[in-house]
């Protein structure tokens, strides 16, 4: 079955250090992956998105991601995290097919310390 | 553009009673979505319409859940009977749904707490 899976429930850098939060999918097919981040009491806000093509993708706020069909992985990085940064991540698969949902992994949890 | 737009933010209701809630997709985007989310099960699917036509509702719970899209510029979920089960973040997004881009806008979401 299609899932997401986001192994680390929350991650924890320094202001300034650099980041990779983890997110691994089980699809049958050619991955739509996403990452969207969730500031508190808002929705989701789109990061990146992934379509068939260049593997590294580029988002907003130096946010990037790569894809990796032999890992089943689509991580997101960042250079230099800033103290804004503090916000829970998801990670989702769309569901190509007559059905267009996305599917979530539980989200991880990005605290910044000073 | 102002986004997807959710009202009420909060909803508070007594146990039995129906609850509606409200979403203004982005203008031009033919699809809209509902999700509900929940600190125990997280972002899960509930319903999809395309060009207003529903097309996907195997995340609803059948009984009291319902959604309508009566015309392109509004979509409404609607609880029956509601359940302190049913308390979470209902959340609302579109999506263009042309010319390959399936990226989906979610609105800032209401919060419905059942007593």
């Known amino acids: 079955a299609q899932s997401v899976t986001q192994p680390d429930a929350r991650v924890t850098v320094s202001e300034g250090a650099s980041l990779q939060l983890r997110c691994k999918y089980s699809y049958f097919g050619t991955p739509y992956l996403f990452w969207y981040v969730q500031y508190p009491r808002q929705g989701l806000q789109l990061l990146l998105k992934?379509?068939?093509?260049?593997?590294v993708v580029q988002g907003v706020n130096g946010f990037e991601a790569e894809f990796s069909k032999s890992n089943s992985s689509f991580h997101l990085r960042k250079a230099s995290v800033h103290w804004s940064d503090w916000a829970v991540y998801f990670c989702a698969v769309f569901l190509t097919g007559n059905t267009g949902k996305l599917i979530f992994g539980l989200g991880t949890t990005l605290q910044v310390q000073p | 553009n102002a986004g997807v737009i959710q009202t009420p933010r909060h909803k508070v209701t007594g146990k039995g009673q129906e609850a509606t809630l409200w979403c203004e997709p982005i203008s031009g985007h033919s699809a809209v979505f509902w999700y509900r989310q929940t600190i125990v099960q997280g972002l899960e699917f509930l319903t999809y319409?395309?060009?207003?036509?529903?097309?996907?509702d195997s995340g609803m719970p059948k009984e009291r859940f319902s959604a309508q899209m009566p015309n392109q510029s509004h979509s409404t979920l609607k609880i029956q009977s509601t359940q302190p089960q049913d308390s979470a973040v209902y959340l609302c997004a579109s999506s263009p749904g042309l010319g390959g881009r399936l990226e989906q806008y979610f609105g800032p979401g209401t919060r419905l707490t059942v007593l």
């Open positions: 992934y379509y068939p093509g260049d593997p």
């Open positions: 319409f395309r060009n207003q036509a529903p097309i996907d």
